[in-house]
């Protein structure tokens, strides 16, 4: 097992736009496609399963005020336990399937 975190601090905790969360994901995918490449290369991709989660997701709807950033949050959203995303490749998982 790897455990990979990204960047420093939680750049992915946005509260204030929930649009900056594009940034991340563009700087993630090019690391998550060389790994992929890089099993599928080595015969490794149907027998190492691939990952993609964290440990709590975000609310459904935008915050638009309120107590964070002072009463300024636009386009935020609060933190969700009970739904969040998780992505999985390789390992015999069945592609495109949601």
């Not at 420093?8 to 993630?28: C, E, L, Q, T, Y």
């Not at 090019?30 to 080595?42: C, E, H």
């Not at 999985?88 to 495109?96: D, Y």
Request: aromatic share 10%; proline share 3%; net charge neutral.
């Amino acid at each position: 097992m790897v455990q990979v975190y990204y960047a420093k601090g939680d750049p992915w905790d946005h509260h204030g736009d929930i649009f900056n969360h594009r940034v991340n994901a563009r700087h993630s995918d090019q690391g998550f496609a060389a790994v992929i490449k890089d099993l599928k290369s080595r015969g490794l991709f149907d027998e190492t399963l691939v990952v993609c989660g964290t440990e709590f997701g975000r609310t459904p709807a935008l915050e638009t005020g309120g107590g964070m950033a002072g009463g300024r949050v636009t386009n935020g959203r609060d933190h969700n336990p009970f739904g969040f995303s998780v992505w999985l490749a390789g390992g015999g998982v069945k592609g495109g399937m949601t």
